[in-house]
């Protein structure tokens, strides 16, 4: 019989419902709530599960195990000025108690995940949620960060790092400060072995196209192992199995239901899973178009799904079944859409959904008339210090940017040959004669050029790139916006020094550029501010920009004021008033200004032109500085005005990263 065939099989007899126990093998047995009869279920121990309400002297998911609730659960998606908000989840309640692993099912775009994600306070930014969730009678908030894990659908890792890096870097930003390193060695080699990782400890994590990179499933061992790191009491995992083989899966179902049968809540989105892989879920719930068609054990799902016409057929897999009776069949898109809200509505007003609801309304209940202090077992945890976190962030970062050629090394190389080259082509040019100062002049553009475009657009994929990881971690709550990009900037920094200063070593000895250490010394400081203010300026555009072409599409513009205002096309006194205003941007001309000062303060000594006396002449440096309507005094002002470019540009970055961050 096919799928379709069974799903249009009408119920006969319309068997009753039988009792839906919500938590399989947790009988509800506190009928007097106000004694405090639960055991203290250690979340070891899987045999202490027999009594699933939690105490009601205090609030200890640690101790108690967590029981998830959600009443009445609505989200709300923006989507867009024009068509104004969509609602996803629909008036959804459920529940999930300590040890059970629930499988949340349903077609594509029921909205599995937005329930999960909002279940586990790591909602999308601009989605509103209106009704009641609790943990052990607690409104969630961002304390689930802490008691929870949760494993994406998509990993996002660093592919620069090692296994044992990553998952040293996590434990760091992770565990309570007062985990010794000791400590923190063996959680992680205990992890290790136990999500099968240990051999590939040492491997890369890879971004696909290295040559030896995790697979795909030992990535996900690898998310997991992440989110295990501060034994959350409670794991959401989104779609675990997607692109694991049957084995892999299996495997990895597995070790959710041993960590459920330790006490660990455990929810679950899943496709299609193998009739063998579902067996192990101890609790289903099914979604259609946001809202529960159906809540409880597996076995009751078939039955209730009997009830109402939809027979599974005998050796099908049962979760197709459940999932295929919910979908939409392209062509009968109204009916099939007809018949999944029929049976949610058939479930709302079972007795499956009044079990539910009583639990529900228990805990819920229990918040509302409960009097005991929630923040103990919070309180009692200590972050990572601030600078600890820094510290961290700012490791990686730089080991990051050390094993990626493309970012430092490939453009270190690609510095030397150019200092090299620039270097030959004005070698013995630099002479004190009037063509000699052409060389100068232009030995100064090109040094200042070169230090400036190729560092501000190799910089533009920076933050976009690392985008959803800083994201998904920042609002774990792992570290701040501001930790997250000093500490880039800082991992960049001591490139940005060293590369320049060795192109000024090479590039100014052969050209033969003046040899005082002062005129040197103002060159050095000038091309080293110069390839930062230009970084800072490709971060600002990189944080402000959602993609490279369009920040790249804004910058070019930028550039040429830049360039145009350098003091070397036009001069400065002579821009139309309209663009008076950009010479104050262009750190290009306050170099430009700075370097020929270097090179020319006090030269009294330039040759003229032997042919003509009427050509004009250069006789003197101060010639050379009016030409250009640079003046001596400005040096210093020159200097700070770069610095305080740069400090804008970065404020500026670091503010689009802040706010980008804040709106998703
Ligand atoms: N930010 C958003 N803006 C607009 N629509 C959204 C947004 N987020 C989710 N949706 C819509 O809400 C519905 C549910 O999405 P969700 O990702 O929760 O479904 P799902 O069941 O997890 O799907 P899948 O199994 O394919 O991952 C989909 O129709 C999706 O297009």
Redesign the pocket.
């Known amino acids: 019989m096919s799928d379709a065939d069974s799903r249009r099989l009408l119920t006969q007899d319309q068997h009753e419902l039988q009792m839906v126990r919500i938590g399989q093998g947790n009988g509800t047995s506190s009928d007097n709530p106000s004694v405090d009869t639960t055991p203290k279920l250690s979340k070891r121990n899987s045999s202490e599960r027999s009594l699933p309400l939690r105490s009601y002297s205090k609030w200890s998911p640690t101790e108690q195990g967590a029981t998830l609730v959600w009443r009445d659960l609505c989200v709300y998606?923006?989507?867009g000025s024009a068509r104004g908000m969509?609602r996803?989840i629909n008036n959804s309640t459920g529940a999930v108690q300590p040890g059970s692993l629930m499988a949340l099912m349903?077609?594509?775009?029921?909205?599995?995940?937005?329930?999960m994600s909002t279940l586990a306070y790591r909602q999308?930014g601009?989605?509103v949620v209106q009704g009641d969730i609790l943990i052990n009678g607690r409104r969630v908030g961002p304390f689930m960060h802490r008691i929870s894990g949760y494993v994406y659908?998509d990993d996002l890792f660093i592919g620069a790092l090692t296994v044992l890096e990553h998952l040293n870097f996590m434990a760091n930003l992770r565990l309570d400060r007062r985990v010794s390193s000791e400590e923190r060695r063996l959680i992680i080699r205990e992890l290790l072995e136990r999500t099968g990782l240990l051999s590939a400890s040492n491997t890369r994590i890879g971004c696909g196209d290295d040559e030896k990179v995790l697979s795909g499933g030992e990535r996900k061992r690898l998310a997991f192992a992440v989110e295990l790191l501060n034994n959350p009491v409670i794991l959401f995992c989104?779609?675990p199995t997607t692109g694991l083989d049957s084995y892999s899966a299996q495997q990895l179902v597995a070790t959710l239901h041993e960590l459920a049968q330790k006490g660990t809540t455990i929810l679950c989105?899943i496709?299609q899973p193998s009739s063998q892989l579902f067996d192990n879920f101890n609790n289903v719930m099914l979604?259609a178009d946001?809202r529960v068609a159906f809540t409880g054990s597996p076995q009751h799902a078939l039955s209730f799904f009997a009830d109402h016409g939809y027979y599974c057929p005998e050796a099908y897999n049962p979760a197709d079944f459940l999932i295929g009776v919910l979908a939409t069949d392209p062509g009968y898109e109204q009916a099939s859409q007809r018949s999944a809200q029929h049976l949610c509505d058939q479930f709302a007003v079972s007795s499956a959904a009044k079990q539910r609801d009583m639990l529900v309304n228990l805990e819920i209940h229990m918040a509302q008339s409960g009097n005991f202090p929630y923040d103990t077992e919070l309180d009692s945890f200590r972050g990572v210090a601030w600078y600890r976190r820094f510290y961290v962030v700012w490791l990686r970062a730089t080991l990051t940017l050390l094993r990626d050629p493309t970012v430092q090394w490939m453009r270190f190389l690609q510095k030397m040959a150019m200092a090299f080259i620039i270097g030959a082509c004005f070698a013995g040019t630099t002479e004190l004669t009037q063509l000699g100062v052409q060389a100068v002049q232009g030995t100064i553009f090109i040094m200042i050029s070169e230090n400036t475009y190729h560092p501000m657009y190799s910089v533009l994929n920076i933050f976009p790139q690392g985008f959803p990881l800083f994201m998904r971690e920042t609002r774990s709550g792992l570290y701040s916006t501001a930790q997250y990009y000093v500490a880039n900037i800082l991992a960049m920094l001591p490139g940005m020094i060293i590369e320049p200063l060795l192109f000024v070593v090479i590039c100014y000895w052969i050209t033969g550029l003046r040899a005082t250490l002062y005129a040197f010394g103002i060159t050095a400081i000038c091309v080293v501010l110069v390839m930062n203010v230009a970084t800072a300026c490709g971060c600002f555009f990189s944080t402000a920009f959602n993609s490279v072409p369009l920040a790249m599409a804004y910058l070019v513009p930028l550039d040429y004021i830049i360039m145009i205002t350098s003091g070397i096309f036009i001069k400065i006194s002579s821009l139309p008033v309209a663009f008076y205003w950009t010479q104050f941007l262009s750190w290009m001309l306050y170099a430009n200004e700075a370097m020929t000062i270097a090179q020319w303060s006090g030269v009294q000594n330039i040759t003229c032109f032997g042919e003509s006396a009427d050509l004009p002449c250069f006789h003197t440096g101060q010639d050379v500085l009016d030409k250009y309507s640079f003046s001596e005094s400005n040096l210093y002002r020159n200097l700070l005005a770069i610095l305080g470019i740069y400090f804008g540009f970065h404020l500026l970055g670091y503010y689009f990263l802040w706010r980008r961050a804040r709106k998703i």
């Not at 349903?106 to 329930?115: H, R, V």
């Open positions: 998606t923006n989507v969509k996803i349903g077609a594509s775009g029921s909205g599995k995940t937005t329930l999308q601009g989605t659908q989104d779609e989105t496709h979604l946001g």
